[in-house]
C-alpha cells in the first residue's frame, strides 16, 4: 500500500501524527503567518542562488502567482485539519512539479530549506516552555515529511505516467505493420525482441489482419541483432497466431549465422515458412495471392 492508497486517517497513522501534534500546529499558526513574508523572502533569496529560479520564476508575474500560492499551502497546513481535501491539496502540487519539469533535487533541497527557517522561527518563540517547543518541532518534522513523501509519488506518478505514454507511442513506431499489398502484410522488425516487444508485435500484427483480412504477413527480421531461444520462441508463437487467423505466416531476413544459431539451439520451426531475404518472401506471399512479378 502506498500514499495512494491510502486515506488521510491512514496516513496520519503511518507517519505517527497524532491530535497532540496537530494542536500544536495549530497553535503555532498564528507566529507562523506573522514571520511568513520574511521566510519567504529570505527562502526566494535562497533560490536565486539555483539556476531553477531563473528557469522558473524569473517571469514577474510567475513569481507573485506562486508566491500567493506557497501562503495558501502554509495557511492550509498550519490549519492542521488532514482530510480529503488536504491530501489532494498536495498531491496536485506534486503533478504540478512534474508537468512544468521542475526536478526532485531542487524541490527537496527547497523543502529542506524551509523547515530549517521554521525551525529557527519556532526557537525565538516566547513564553512557551522547551517542552512545547519540542513537541511542535516533532510535529513540524512529522507533517512535513507527510507532505512531502505525497508531492514526491504524485511527481512519480505523473512521470511514470508520460514514460508509459512514451514508450506505448515508441512500442507503436517499432512495430509499424503495413499493407503492401492487397492480402499481404509486412512487418520489418529492427533491434532486440523482448517479451513485451513481442506482445506487441502480436496484439498489433492480429488487428491489422483482421482489418485487413490478410492472407499472408511476411515478419522481416534481418534488422533484428541476435535471436536466441527466446526470441525464436516469440517468433514461433507469432506464426502459429496467425496462422489461427487464417493468415499464412512468412519469415524472411535469416542469416546464415541466424539459421545456424537456431540449429545449434535445437529449436523447431516446424512448418514455418523461412526465406533469406525480403524478395523471395514476396514471391512466395504473391504464389499465394495468384499474383506474380512479371519483369518488363
Request: hydrophobic share 45%; net charge negative.
Amino acid at each position: 500500500m502506498d500514499e495512494f492508497s491510502r486515506n488521510a486517517q491512514q496516513l496520519c497513522e503511518l507517519y505517527g501524527i497524532t491530535s497532540k501534534d496537530t494542536e500544536y500546529i495549530q497553535r503555532l499558526k498564528p507566529i507562523a503567518m506573522k514571520a511568513l513574508p520574511q521566510m519567504v523572502e529570505s527562502w526566494y533569496k535562497w533560490l536565486r542562488s539555483t539556476p531553477e529560479f531563473y528557469e522558473y520564476f524569473s517571469d514577474p508575474s510567475t513569481l507573485e502567482r506562486v508566491q500567493k500560492m506557497q501562503f495558501g499551502f502554509w495557511e492550509q497546513f498550519f490549519d492542521a485539519q488532514i482530510d480529503g481535501g488536504y491530501i489532494e491539496s498536495r498531491r496536485k502540487v506534486g503533478e504540478v512539479h512534474a508537468r512544468i519539469g521542475l526536478s526532485q533535487e531542487i524541490y527537496l533541497a527547497g523543502v529542506d530549506h524551509f523547515l530549517s527557517l521554521f525551525v529557527e522561527m519556532l526557537l525565538k518563540v516566547k513564553d512557551w516552555s522547551a517542552e512545547d517547543i519540542n513537541e511542535a518541532r516533532r510535529g513540524l518534522n512529522k507533517m512535513v515529511h507527510m507532505d512531502m513523501t505525497i508531492i514526491v509519488q504524485s511527481y512519480e506518478s505523473i512521470v511514470n505516467q508520460k514514460i508509459t505514454a512514451q514508450s506505448k507511442t515508441l512500442m507503436a513506431m517499432s512495430t509499424p505493420v503495413t499493407q503492401i499489398w492487397e492480402g499481404l502484410l509486412l512487418l520489418p522488425v529492427v533491434g532486440l525482441i523482448d517479451s513485451r516487444r513481442a506482445q506487441d508485435i502480436m496484439d498489433n500484427t492480429l488487428s491489422q489482419i483482421s482489418t485487413h483480412h490478410a492472407q499472408s504477413f511476411i515478419l522481416d527480421i534481418s534488422g533484428v541483432a541476435v535471436v536466441d531461444t527466446a526470441v525464436a520462441n516469440h517468433l514461433i508463437k507469432i506464426t502459429k497466431a496467425t496462422k489461427l487467423m487464417g493468415c499464412e505466416c512468412i519469415i524472411s531476413g535469416l542469416s546464415p549465422a541466424v539459421a545456424q544459431t537456431i540449429v545449434e539451439l535445437g529449436i523447431d520451426v516446424g512448418t514455418i515458412k523461412t526465406t533469406a531475404n525480403l524478395r523471395s518472401a514476396i514471391e512466395i506471399a504473391f504464389d499465394k495471392l495468384n499474383m506474380k512479378i512479371i519483369k518488363q
